[in-house]
Nanobody, 126 residues
Framework: EVQLQASGGGLAQAGGSLRLSCATS????????IGWFRQAPGKEREGVSC????????YTADSVKGRFTISSDNAKNTVYLQMNSLKPEDTAVYYC???????????????????WGQGTLVTVSS
């Protein structure tokens, strides 16, 4: 059974840091891109960052570039999102999912992916 479980969210002050983890199982980890998406209240889900686990290439959205860093631990089949210099506008539920990306954008893979789970809530206070 394919599983992706996001964790690590919580409450942080503006300027603070959090690290999210996405533990995966049930598939060949290095054959996939795994990414982070977020959905703020009243807004559509957006892509944050995506990593090609096998090739170690990444995409990061402009809104978080320079503040968020995606990485993977292939021994643990886990993808991380290190979030620094947090802003109140980073408040959202964060999800991990398979993803695709090019130079301009990222999205879930397949585009019809619909197994988002509960995600992990990040709340940034001002």
């Amino acid at each position: 059974e394919v599983q992706l479980q996001a964790s690590g969210g919580g409450l942080a002050q503006a300027g603070g840091s959090l690290r999210l983890s996405c533990a995966t199982s049930g598939f060949a980890f290095e054959d996939f891109n795994i990414g982070w998406f977020r959905q703020a209240p009243g807004k559509e889900r957006e892509g944050v960052s995506c990593i090609s686990v096998g090739h170690r290439t990444t995409y990061t959205a402009d809104s978080v570039k320079g503040r968020f860093t995606i990485s993977s631990d292939n021994a643990k089949n886990t993808v991380y999102l290190q979030m620094n210099s947090l802003k109140p506008e980073d408040t959202a539920v964060y999800y991990c999912a398979p993803c695709f990306f090019d130079a301009q954008a990222m999205g879930p893979f397949p585009p019809t992916y619909d197994y988002w789970g509960q995600g992990t809530l990040v709340t940034v206070s001002s």
